[in-house]
């Protein structure tokens, strides 16, 4: 499970935001069920930093926000920041649903994202399929695999679900304030 946390930072206490996370990092990831942090600087000029934090399951983030130092390190860093926080759990689709413009993904319904993926899934196999057999009706059955497999990947990332979520985002987003 992943959980990403953006904080606003004071320009001013930057230095002693990034000591006291710094500080309380190698503490955080030998609770258990933490499986590690990457931390996000902001670009030039910014203020908001992210911390992506992964956990073994919903129930060691649970146990990791309700825990005493955690909530201690919040109290801590409060000062430093502009206003709350912002937290969101990650799935892992979220990249291809996530607007280009948003700095925070709006995260749509866990089966809508699955049903238009579905969707692309079987659009790009079927191009991929055709096309392998169409150019190279000769190739072994594993090396068509495999290719296949990578059309099917990086036509999905780069291609056809940024154009079904820019088709279907009225569908996507409703109710979520799109």
């Avoid at 790009?124 to 495999?146: D, H, N, Q, T």
């Amino acid at each position: 499970m992943n959980i990403l946390i953006l904080r606003r930072v004071r320009p001013e206490r930057r230095d002693e935001f990034e000591a006291a996370v710094r500080d309380w990092i190698p503490r955080a990831v030998r609770f258990p069920g933490h499986m590690g942090v990457f931390m996000l600087k902001p670009a030039p000029g910014g203020h908001e930093y992210g911390a992506l934090l992964r956990f073994a399951d919903q129930q060691a983030w649970q146990e990791f926000s309700e825990w005493e130092d955690y909530r201690a390190f919040l109290s801590t860093i409060r000062i430093l920041l502009t206003d709350e926080p912002t937290t969101e759990v990650l799935h892992g689709m979220e990249a291809w649903f996530r607007p280009p413009t948003e700095k925070f993904t709006r995260q749509p319904p866990r089966w809508k994202m699955a049903l238009l993926t579905y969707l692309g899934v079987c659009i790009m196999v079927w191009i991929a399929s055709y096309g392998i057999r169409g150019v190279a009706p000769e190739l072994p059955r594993w090396p068509a695999y495999f290719l296949v497999n990578a059309i099917v990947v990086t036509g999905l990332t780069w291609g056809l679900m940024p154009l079904l979520v820019r088709l279907c985002r009225k569908w996507i987003y409703a109710g979520r304030g799109a």
